[in-house]
């Protein structure tokens, strides 16, 4: 089955330090990618997606790209700031296997110190 | 426009009591879907619901939990005789048209707590 697995937190950075969460899936068919932010007490914001294979997402400085040769989707920011503390989670969306539903990884913790 | 809408947003049922948990799509969504987040773990689909069906409800647990998105009002997520184990937070997520990379929006979650 469609299965998520990311790199385990928590991490702690300080501010404008290099960020990478390694985030690598495996998939039946040839899914859709995201990337999703949870800040403290909130739901999930969508922070980036791809589609296909060599894309690559970005939003606000994030971005991550689909590598199909090594079914991964890592999670780069070259500078780190404290609002980017929050919980990240990878996910996929495999159509071809019948569902609409994603499929999470545990999420990774960021915390980030001035 | 307003988000996803969830109510309430923290709930405590004793063993054995029920829980509803309501949430209202985006303005436009007619797709609806629910996820559960227990502590320390990612979220785990439970149920895919369009106006009036349940179009998969792989991920939903075989007793106790059912879900409904009527015509009119919020998409409903009912579990009957609440047991410590559900404690988690769920959350609800809307799309508009629920195919390919149709983007889910997601609620604040409500935090059920048993006691």
């Known amino acids: 089955g469609n299965s998520v697995t990311q790199m385990e937190g928590p991490v702690t950075l300080s501010e404008e330090a290099f960020l990478t969460i390694n985030c690598t899936y495996t998939?039946?068919?040839?899914?859709?990618l995201f990337w999703y932010v949870q800040y403290p007490g909130e739901g999930l914001q969508l922070l980036l997606k791809?589609?296909?294979?060599?894309d690559k997402g970005s939003n606000k400085g994030f971005e991550a790209t689909y590598r199909k040769e090594t079914t991964s989707f890592h999670l780069e920011k070259g500078s780190v700031q404290v609002s980017d503390s929050a919980v990240y989670f990878c996910?996929?969306?495999?159509?071809?296997?019948?569902?609409?539903?994603?499929?999470f990884g545990k999420g990774t913790k960021l915390t980030v110190n001035p | 426009n307003a988000g996803v809408m969830q109510n309430p947003r923290h709930l405590v049922r004793r063993r054995g009591q029920e829980a509803r948990l309501r949430c209202s799509p985006m303005k436009g969504h007619s797709h609806v879907y629910w996820y559960r987040q227990l502590p320390e773990e990612g979220l785990k689909f439970m149920v895919y619901?369009?106006?009036?069906?349940?179009?998969?409800e792989s991920g939903m647990p075989k007793e106790r939990f059912s879900a409904e998105f009527p015509k009119e009002g919020p998409s409903i997520l009912r579990i009957q005789q609440v047991v410590r184990g559900d404690s988690a937070a769920y959350f609800c997520?809307?799309?508009?048209?629920?195919?390919?990379?149709?983007?889910?929006?997601f609620g604040p979650g409500t935090r059920l707590t048993v006691t």
């Open positions: 998939a039946t068919g040839y899914p859709s």
């Open positions: 791809a589609t296909k294979a060599d």
């Open positions: 619901l369009q106006k009036e069906n349940i179009i998969d």
């Open positions: 996910a996929l969306k495999d159509p071809q296997g019948g569902s609409e539903k994603l499929v």
């Open positions: 997520a809307s799309s508009e048209y629920g195919t390919g990379v149709d983007e889910q929006y």
